[in-house]
């Protein structure tokens, strides 16, 4: 992709979209567009997708009952992907069909662990079916102007279960990465099916979640997603949990009573697969039109879920790189920091995950925690570092006020953490944890006249 596109705007970006696709297709790709927060995020995350390759952008996996009852939404999102010169490749499964398609030839079928007993009946319904269902994707996204290319064959080499009860379902054995490769070169996103081969021919049933983890393990790309239904992971009150960063909330997480089986399985199939891929793969767990919100956004619209960093505790500046947090902060802030800052400043406590790349650093007022200073490095925003550092620096820190300035982009983060605040001329400032009216109003007076530490512009 060319570096005139990387800097477009939303705007310019959808005005070059308009001018070769139909009208139904220009309104979607409009409101994806208008769900995003702004330019600067967008260009942001295409230069990271743009930078690993065309054939390293994503690996998508789209549930059957995703193409029975959401094609339009997923047209939509992949044909913007494409305008903007992004090649997914597309993995379908087509549980629901073969379903269906198996209950129509009145043939049973039975499920052991969750897999399917493919029997040479469920076989043959089965190839059927995926073809079927590979090119009723394949022939919708052409309508709308997307090049495709409809792999049912030739990828996945696989050899038989370990479990002979299981019949005709395979296990990758091997990936052949060329049909993909060729596709993506001449334009075209591919559609695979998963079916897999013995090397003696015969076909195999494989798990569509199994090909894609396989997949993804081989291609080492910079995302993978699931489209869901449910749009991501849910928690206990059935709400969506935007983001896990499994070195922080793994293991907590996994023993939690209200996590289903499903959701539970498909936890320890990402950390699977995250822990054999680099440390800048992730895995979105999303809705179809939800999609470009999700890849183009720090908040995103779904579940990010990222291996993730650990959070260290400091108790002094002497243990702290501090080139490394001055470095992050005047980057974010655009700001110089005061040369005296780590000399002049006595530390209370500090949250740095491991690799520097979100920090908070906290004083002491009057007893009472002061959050000094809370930063998430650009290149780090959207991948849930920020939320764990907070959700540590508040577990050790019940009671805590800081300020921000009117502009901060944060200040939205803020206000939904924050037990209280109040407006000043030049800084909102903020608190938790605080109910005496005498120490929120000592606070208040100290944040006020605390000298500015981020001063000339840079």
Same mark, same amino acid.
């Given at each position: 992709?060319?570096?005139?596109?990387?800097?477009?705007?939303?705007?310019?970006?959808?005005?070059?979209?308009?001018?070769?696709?139909?009208?139904?297709?220009?309104?979607?790709?409009?409101? @994806?567009?208008?769900?995003?927060?702004?330019?600067?995020?967008?260009?942001?995350?295409?230069?990271?997708?743009?930078?690993?390759?065309?054939?390293?952008?994503?690996?998508?996996?789209?549930?059957?009952?995703?193409? &029975?009852?959401?094609?339009?939404?997923?047209?939509?999102?992949?044909?913007?992907?494409?305008?903007?010169?992004?090649?997914?490749?597309?993995?379908?499964?087509?549980?629901?069909?073969?379903?269906?398609?198996?209950?129509?030839?009145?043939?049973?079928?039975?499920?052991?662990?969750?897999?399917?007993?493919?029997?040479?009946?469920?076989?043959?319904?089965?190839?059927?079916?995926?073809?079927?269902?590979?090119?009723? @994707?394949?022939?919708?996204?052409?309508?709308?102007?997307?090049?495709?290319?409809?792999?049912?064959?030739?990828?996945?080499?696989?050899?038989?279960?370990?479990?002979?009860?299981?019949?005709?379902?395979?296990?990758?054995?091997?990936?052949?990465?060329?049909? #993909?490769?060729?596709?993506?070169?001449?334009?075209?996103? =591919?559609?695979?099916?998963?079916?897999?081969?013995?090397?003696?021919?015969?076909?195999?049933?494989?798990?569509?979640?199994?090909?894609?983890?396989?997949?993804?393990?081989?291609?080492?790309?910079?995302?993978?997603?699931?489209?869901?239904?449910?749009?991501?992971?849910? &928690?206990?009150?059935?709400?969506?949990?935007?983001?896990?960063?499994?070195?922080?909330?793994?293991?907590?997480?996994?023993?939690?009573?209200? @996590?289903?089986?499903?959701?539970?399985?498909?936890?320890?199939?990402?950390?699977?697969?995250?822990?054999? @891929?680099?440390?800048?793969?992730?895995?979105?767990?999303?809705? =179809?039109?939800?999609?470009?919100?999700?890849?183009?956004?720090?908040?995103?619209?779904?579940?990010?879920?990222?291996?993730?960093?650990?959070?260290?505790?400091?108790?002094?500046?002497?243990?702290?790189?501090?080139?490394?947090?001055?470095?992050?902060?005047?980057?974010?802030?655009?700001?110089?920091?005061?040369? &005296?800052?780590? &000399?002049?400043?006595?530390?209370?406590?500090?949250?740095?995950?491991?690799?520097?790349?979100?920090?908070?650093?906290?004083?002491?007022?009057?007893?009472?925690?002061?959050?000094?200073?809370?930063?998430?490095?650009?290149?780090?925003?959207?991948?849930?570092?920020?939320?764990?550092?907070?959700?540590?620096?508040?577990?050790?820190? =019940?009671?805590?006020?800081?300020?921000?300035?009117?502009?901060?982009?944060?200040?939205?983060?803020?206000?939904?953490?924050?037990?209280?605040?109040?407006?000043?001329?030049?800084?909102?400032?903020?608190?938790?944890?605080?109910?005496?009216?005498?120490?929120?109003?000592?606070? #208040?007076?100290?944040?006020?006249?605390?000298?500015?530490?981020?001063?000339?512009?840079?």
């Amino acid at each position: 992709m060319s570096d005139s596109i990387i800097k477009n705007s939303a705007k310019e970006t959808t005005l070059n979209y308009q001018s070769s696709h139909s009208p139904q297709i220009k309104d979607t790709i409009i409101q @994806l567009l208008s769900n995003l927060a702004n330019p600067k995020e967008i260009d942001q995350y295409l230069k990271r997708f743009v930078n690993a390759g065309q054939t390293h952008f994503a690996v998508i996996k789209v549930g059957g009952a995703i193409l &029975d009852n959401d094609l339009d939404n997923l047209c939509s999102s992949l044909a913007f992907l494409q305008q903007i010169g992004l090649f997914p490749i597309i993995v379908h499964g087509a549980g629901p069909q073969l379903n269906q398609n198996l209950a129509k030839a009145n043939v049973e079928s039975e499920f052991i662990e969750g897999q399917r007993v493919t029997t040479c009946e469920v076989l043959n319904i089965a190839k059927k079916t995926f073809i079927q269902q590979n090119l009723t @994707l394949a022939n919708k996204l052409q309508a709308t102007g997307v090049k495709t290319a409809s792999i049912t064959s030739g990828v996945f080499q696989a050899s038989k279960a370990k479990n002979t009860e299981l019949g005709y379902v395979g296990e990758v054995s091997d990936i052949n990465l060329e049909p #993909i490769q060729t596709a993506i070169q001449g334009g075209a996103i =591919p559609i695979l099916s998963s079916l897999g081969e013995t090397i003696t021919g015969q076909t195999l049933n494989i798990n569509a979640d199994i090909a894609t983890n396989q997949l993804a393990i081989k291609i080492k790309p910079y995302k993978i997603i699931f489209l869901t239904g449910t749009g991501g992971l849910l &928690d206990q009150n059935g709400e969506i949990i935007s983001s896990l960063n499994l070195v922080t909330d793994y293991t907590h997480l996994i023993q939690q009573d209200w @996590l289903n089986g499903g959701m539970k399985l498909k936890i320890k199939q990402v950390a699977e697969i995250l822990s054999q @891929l680099p440390a800048t793969a992730s895995v979105s767990i999303t809705k =179809p039109a939800h999609l470009a919100k999700e890849l183009f956004t720090h908040k995103g619209s779904g579940t990010l879920i990222r291996k993730g960093e650990s959070v260290m505790q400091h108790e002094s500046m002497e243990t702290i790189k501090t080139k490394k947090i001055k470095s992050i902060l005047e980057s974010s802030f655009n700001k110089k920091l005061n040369e &005296d800052y780590f &000399d002049t400043t006595l530390l209370h406590q500090g949250f740095i995950t491991y690799c520097y790349r979100a920090a908070a650093l906290v004083t002491m007022n009057n007893n009472i925690p002061y959050l000094d200073k809370f930063v998430v490095s650009e290149e780090a925003k959207g991948e849930g570092l920020g939320k764990a550092v907070w959700e540590k620096l508040v577990a050790k820190n =019940p009671r805590l006020f800081w300020r921000s300035k009117p502009e901060n982009n944060i200040n939205q983060f803020y206000f939904k953490h924050a037990s209280g605040h109040v407006k000043t001329n030049g800084w909102i400032i903020f608190w938790i944890g605080l109910t005496d009216f005498k120490e929120i109003e000592s606070c #208040i007076d100290y944040a006020v006249n605390k000298p500015a530490t981020l001063n000339e512009s840079i």
